[in-house]
């Protein structure tokens, strides 16, 4: 299983359609400062289900839809499709390419699709749970986080550790629990 593409589509900086076709291994993509990197690595936490506009660098959920610009006027709407490739059947579906769509109107309404059929977001999450892939699953370092990384103590160093195993999360229902 690889990601085979991405297509944003009113998606932050990318008001016209553009896709990006990835091979299997390693992706780099590099261009000046406020070209939209960081944005296609917002499209792909958003198409995977992210909930929290924080995680998308915006302050509410509408700030991914492109705001328009001098010479181009804002969108009504933000569509990304992730394009999977699934010939070693990772994906609990019986396609050998799997595509999950999401979409968010101004006036509110939200859509996700798999294959192009209507599905939900738990569907969404169910698809990619065993993949590694999706809530809490994929790990996102972001920008200037790789300094404090390598800056921090033990202790912190852990504590990255432990998220990006999935185990965090874990520790914090038993600390609650005990807490009780
Ligand atoms: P750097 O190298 O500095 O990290 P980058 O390539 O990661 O840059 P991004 O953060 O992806 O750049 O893109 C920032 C640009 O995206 C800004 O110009 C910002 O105005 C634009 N942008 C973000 N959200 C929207 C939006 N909703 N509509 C239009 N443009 C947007
Ligand atoms: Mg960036």
Do not use: C
């Not at 900086?13 to 960081?38: D, H, Q, R, Y």
């Not at 998308?56 to 509408?62: E, H, I």
């Not at 033990?154 to 965090?168: D, F, Q």
């Amino acid at each position: 299983m690889y990601l085979k593409s991405l297509t944003l589509r009113g998606f932050k900086s990318f008001a016209s359609a553009t896709t990006l076709a990835f091979e299997p291994g390693i992706t780099a993509i590099v261009g000046p400062n406020g070209s939209g990197k960081s944005n296609i690595v917002d499209a792909l936490a958003w198409v995977m289900g992210e909930q929290g506009a924080k995680h998308l660098r915006g302050a509410k959920m509408d700030d991914v839809i492109f705001a328009g610009t001098t010479g181009r006027a804002a969108l009504g709407r933000a569509e990304v499709t992730l394009t999977i490739d699934n010939t070693d059947g990772a994906l609990p579906i019986d396609y050998t390419e799997v595509t999950i769509s999401r979409t968010l109107f101004r006036t509110g309404g939200s859509e996700y699709a798999i294959n192009g059929h209507p599905a939900r977001l738990l569907d969404v999450q169910e698809l990619l749970s065993d993949t590694g892939m999706g809530r809490e699953m994929h790990v996102i370092v972001g920008q200037g986080q790789l300094e404090q990384i390598l800056a921090s103590d033990p202790r912190m160093r852990r504590g990255y550790i432990e998220e990006a195993a999935g185990v965090l999360k874990h520790r914090r229902r038993r600390e609650k629990a005990l807490r009780k």
